[in-house]
Protein backbone atom coordinates (compact mmCIF):
# COMPACT_ATOMS: atom_id res chain seq x y z
CA UNK A 1 0.00 0.00 0.00
CA UNK A 2 2.52 2.37 0.80
CA UNK A 3 4.52 2.10 -2.91
CA UNK A 4 0.85 2.13 -4.22
CA UNK A 5 0.04 5.87 -2.14
CA UNK A 6 3.82 6.94 -3.46
CA UNK A 7 3.00 6.13 -7.00
CA UNK A 8 -0.34 8.15 -6.68
CA UNK A 9 1.40 11.19 -5.35
CA UNK A 10 3.68 11.17 -8.10
CA UNK A 11 1.30 10.73 -10.33
CA UNK A 12 -1.02 13.94 -8.62
CA UNK A 13 2.44 16.11 -8.93
CA UNK A 14 3.41 15.37 -12.44
CA UNK A 15 0.23 16.01 -13.25
CA UNK A 16 0.15 19.35 -11.91
CA UNK A 17 3.25 20.67 -13.54
CA UNK A 18 2.99 23.44 -15.64
CA UNK A 19 6.14 23.78 -17.68
CA UNK A 20 9.85 22.73 -18.49
CA UNK A 21 8.61 18.73 -18.48
CA UNK A 22 10.90 17.57 -20.72
CA UNK A 23 14.18 19.22 -19.19
CA UNK A 24 16.06 15.76 -18.21
CA UNK A 25 14.49 13.49 -20.74
CA UNK A 26 15.53 15.75 -23.45
CA UNK A 27 19.27 14.95 -21.93
CA UNK A 28 19.33 11.34 -20.96
CA UNK A 29 17.47 10.15 -24.12
CA UNK A 30 21.07 10.78 -25.65
CA UNK A 31 22.23 8.23 -23.22
CA UNK A 32 19.52 5.97 -23.63
CA UNK A 33 21.67 3.40 -20.85
CA UNK A 34 21.55 5.83 -18.44
CA UNK A 35 17.88 6.69 -18.48
CA UNK A 36 16.73 3.20 -18.51
CA UNK A 37 19.09 2.92 -15.53
CA UNK A 38 18.06 6.10 -13.47
CA UNK A 39 14.46 4.95 -14.06
CA UNK A 40 15.21 1.10 -12.51
CA UNK A 41 16.79 3.12 -9.57
CA UNK A 42 13.98 4.94 -9.43
CA UNK A 43 11.34 2.61 -9.21
CA UNK A 44 13.43 0.33 -7.13
CA UNK A 45 13.39 3.00 -4.42
CA UNK A 46 9.84 3.31 -4.79
CA UNK A 47 8.77 -0.10 -3.82
CA UNK A 48 11.45 -0.59 -1.01
CA UNK A 49 9.10 0.60 2.07
CA UNK A 50 10.07 -1.06 5.15
CA UNK A 51 10.13 2.89 6.56
CA UNK A 52 7.31 5.08 6.40
CA UNK A 53 7.50 7.47 3.56
CA UNK A 54 6.46 10.67 5.75
CA UNK A 55 10.20 10.25 7.09
CA UNK A 56 11.87 9.75 3.63
CA UNK A 57 10.24 12.86 1.92
CA UNK A 58 11.58 14.64 5.64
CA UNK A 59 15.01 13.50 4.14
CA UNK A 60 14.91 14.10 0.69
CA UNK A 61 13.93 18.01 1.21
CA UNK A 62 16.43 18.92 3.36
CA UNK A 63 19.04 16.92 0.86
CA UNK A 64 17.76 18.98 -1.80
CA UNK A 65 17.54 22.34 -0.35
CA UNK A 66 21.42 21.90 0.76
CA UNK A 67 21.81 21.33 -3.18
CA UNK A 68 19.23 23.89 -4.32
CA UNK A 69 17.91 21.58 -7.01
CA UNK A 70 14.86 23.80 -8.30
CA UNK A 71 13.59 20.77 -9.51
CA UNK A 72 13.97 18.58 -6.76
CA UNK A 73 12.33 21.05 -4.36
CA UNK A 74 9.27 21.65 -6.79
CA UNK A 75 8.61 18.25 -7.06
CA UNK A 76 9.41 17.42 -3.01
CA UNK A 77 7.02 20.45 -1.64
CA UNK A 78 4.08 18.40 -3.81
CA UNK A 79 5.44 15.12 -2.65
CA UNK A 80 5.85 16.23 0.53
CA UNK A 81 2.47 17.64 1.16
CA UNK A 82 0.16 14.97 -0.41
CA UNK A 83 2.15 12.55 1.62
CA UNK A 84 0.88 14.67 4.77
CA UNK A 85 3.92 17.05 6.07
CA UNK A 86 2.71 20.05 7.09
CA UNK A 87 2.90 23.69 5.55
CA UNK A 88 4.36 24.61 9.08
CA UNK A 89 7.01 22.02 8.59
CA UNK A 90 7.72 22.73 5.05
CA UNK A 91 8.13 26.33 6.50
CA UNK A 92 10.28 25.47 9.37
CA UNK A 93 12.81 23.08 7.44
CA UNK A 94 15.60 25.23 7.37
CA UNK A 95 15.28 25.59 11.23
CA UNK A 96 14.28 21.75 12.32
CA UNK A 97 16.78 21.90 14.87
CA UNK A 98 14.59 24.48 17.19
CA UNK A 99 11.45 23.73 15.48
CA UNK A 100 8.44 22.64 17.94
CA UNK A 101 6.19 21.24 14.50
CA UNK A 102 8.56 18.33 14.61
CA UNK A 103 9.39 15.49 16.61
CA UNK A 104 12.75 14.01 18.10
CA UNK A 105 12.60 11.50 15.57
CA UNK A 106 12.11 13.62 12.39
CA UNK A 107 14.55 15.93 13.76
CA UNK A 108 17.38 13.14 13.95
CA UNK A 109 16.04 11.84 10.30
CA UNK A 110 16.78 15.41 9.01
CA UNK A 111 19.95 15.73 10.63
CA UNK A 112 21.21 12.43 9.04
CA UNK A 113 20.23 13.64 6.05
CA UNK A 114 22.09 16.95 6.45
CA UNK A 115 25.07 15.25 7.22
CA UNK A 116 24.93 12.83 4.21
CA UNK A 117 24.64 16.13 2.10
CA UNK A 118 27.03 18.46 3.65
CA UNK A 119 30.67 18.08 2.29
CA UNK A 120 32.77 16.77 3.22
CA UNK A 121 30.30 13.22 4.93
CA UNK A 122 31.93 13.59 8.42
CA UNK A 123 31.99 9.69 9.34
CA UNK A 124 32.04 10.53 13.15
CA UNK A 125 29.47 12.48 13.08
CA UNK A 126 27.39 9.84 10.53
CA UNK A 127 28.61 7.42 13.02
CA UNK A 128 26.79 8.94 16.09
CA UNK A 129 23.26 9.75 14.24
CA UNK A 130 23.18 6.08 12.32
CA UNK A 131 23.70 4.92 15.65
CA UNK A 132 20.98 7.12 17.63
CA UNK A 133 18.88 6.25 14.39
CA UNK A 134 19.24 2.20 15.15
CA UNK A 135 17.38 2.59 18.41
CA UNK A 136 13.86 3.54 16.36
CA UNK A 137 14.97 1.71 13.11
CA UNK A 138 15.91 -1.75 11.67
CA UNK A 139 19.10 -1.67 9.62
CA UNK A 140 17.08 -2.19 6.36
CA UNK A 141 15.23 0.62 7.31
CA UNK A 142 18.28 3.22 7.54
CA UNK A 143 19.79 1.21 4.94
CA UNK A 144 16.56 2.33 3.58
CA UNK A 145 17.12 5.68 4.41
CA UNK A 146 20.87 6.29 3.56
CA UNK A 147 19.79 5.09 -0.29
CA UNK A 148 16.99 7.34 -0.96
CA UNK A 149 19.48 10.49 0.35
CA UNK A 150 22.10 9.34 -1.26
CA UNK A 151 20.40 8.60 -5.10
CA UNK A 152 19.09 12.81 -3.80
CA UNK A 153 22.11 14.04 -3.70
CA UNK A 154 23.08 12.37 -7.19
CA UNK A 155 19.25 13.55 -8.54
CA UNK A 156 19.63 16.97 -7.39
CA UNK A 157 23.64 17.54 -8.89
CA UNK A 158 22.56 16.03 -12.11
CA UNK A 159 19.74 18.23 -12.39
CA UNK A 160 21.65 21.23 -11.51
CA UNK A 161 24.67 19.97 -13.74
CA UNK A 162 22.22 19.98 -16.59
CA UNK A 163 19.99 22.97 -16.30
CA UNK A 164 16.82 20.87 -15.10
CA UNK A 165 14.24 23.56 -13.82
CA UNK A 166 11.16 23.31 -11.53
CA UNK A 167 7.73 22.60 -13.72
CA UNK A 168 5.23 24.24 -11.34
CA UNK A 169 4.28 21.25 -9.41
CA UNK A 170 4.17 23.60 -6.35
CA UNK A 171 2.95 26.97 -8.14
CA UNK A 172 0.78 28.67 -5.29
CA UNK A 173 1.92 26.69 -2.84
CA UNK A 174 4.10 26.54 0.18
CA UNK A 175 7.20 25.30 -0.70
CA UNK A 176 10.79 24.78 0.28
CA UNK A 177 13.18 26.90 -1.40
CA UNK A 178 16.99 26.36 -1.63
CA UNK A 179 20.06 27.67 -0.35
CA UNK A 180 21.99 30.57 -1.41
CA UNK A 181 25.71 29.51 -2.71
CA UNK A 182 28.69 31.14 -3.03
CA UNK A 183 30.22 29.96 -6.20
CA UNK A 184 33.97 30.46 -7.34
CA UNK A 185 33.96 29.56 -11.48
CA UNK A 186 37.65 29.47 -12.53
CA UNK A 187 36.95 32.09 -15.67
CA UNK A 188 35.08 35.08 -14.28
CA UNK A 189 34.43 36.72 -10.50
CA UNK A 190 33.01 34.81 -7.75
CA UNK A 191 29.30 35.50 -7.76
CA UNK A 192 26.74 35.17 -4.85
CA UNK A 193 24.16 32.99 -5.93
CA UNK A 194 20.68 33.91 -5.18
CA UNK A 195 18.28 31.67 -2.99
CA UNK A 196 16.54 29.38 -5.37
CA UNK A 197 13.04 27.88 -5.15
CA UNK A 198 10.77 25.89 -6.73
CA UNK A 199 7.62 28.89 -6.56
CA UNK A 200 6.43 30.78 -8.67
CA UNK A 201 6.21 34.24 -8.39
CA UNK A 202 3.74 35.10 -6.18
CA UNK A 203 3.84 32.15 -4.53
CA UNK A 204 4.94 31.48 -0.27
CA UNK A 205 8.70 30.06 -0.29
CA UNK A 206 9.06 28.19 2.78
CA UNK A 207 12.59 29.84 3.17
CA UNK A 208 16.41 28.55 2.50
CA UNK A 209 18.32 26.17 4.27
CA UNK A 210 20.27 28.36 6.85
CA UNK A 211 22.60 25.12 7.19
CA UNK A 212 25.79 26.69 5.03
CA UNK A 213 27.13 23.35 3.63
CA UNK A 214 30.62 22.34 4.54
CA UNK A 215 33.96 22.90 2.53
Not at 54 to 75: N, P, Q, R, T
Request: glycine letters at 6%.
Amino acid sequence: MRAIHRLWGYVRAFSSSKRNRVDLYAWLIRRPLILLATAWYEMSLMFSNRLDPHYKELALLKSAGMVSCEFCLDIGSALARYGGITEQQLRDLPVYADSDAYTELEKLVLSFAEAMTATPAVGEELTAIRDELLTHFTKGQVAELAAEVAWENQRARLNQALGVRATGMSDGQACVAGAPRVVALPTVPSRVADPVGPCHPGDRPAGGDAHAERR
